[in-house]
């Protein structure tokens, strides 16, 4: 079954960096797209990047430029590294997939930015 354990989330002031983490076991890894979202309180969950089993990258308007997602195959893991972070971008940070017809999320990692 698909398990999706997200890491590497922490405390941060304005302009920091935090190398978030996602372990995926229970798919055949490098021939899935990935997917990082967030949800801020009161704020509808928002895709932040995607990777494609080819690499190719896609970013919300919010976080280009700050933020990479990257992926390590042999790892069976997602990256989203944040960097000149704001405290707009705090949110808790979820890694999905889509595995035969179903989407799955992992518990999420709380990034929190604040001086």
């Known amino acids: 079954q698909v398990q999706l354990v997200e890491s590497g989330g922490g405390l941060v002031q304005p302009g920091g960096s935090l190398r978030l983490s996602c372990k995926a076991n229970?798919?055949?890894?490098?021939?899935?797209?990935m997917n990082w979202y967030r949800q801020a309180p009161g704020k509808q969950r928002e895709l932040v990047a995607t990777?494609?089993?080819?690499?190719?990258?896609h970013y919300a308007d919010s976080v280009k430029g700050r933020f990479t997602i990257s992926r390590d195959n042999a790892k069976n893991t997602v990256y989203l590294q944040t960097d000149s972070l704001k405290p707009e971008d705090t949110a808790a940070y979820f890694c999905?997939?889509?595995?035969?017809?179903?989407?799955?999320w992992g518990q999420g990692t709380q990034v929190t930015v604040s001086a």
């Open positions: 999905s997939t889509e595995s035969n017809g179903r989407d799955y």
């Open positions: 229970g798919i055949t890894f490098r021939f899935y797209t």
């Open positions: 990777i494609t089993s080819g690499g190719l990258t």
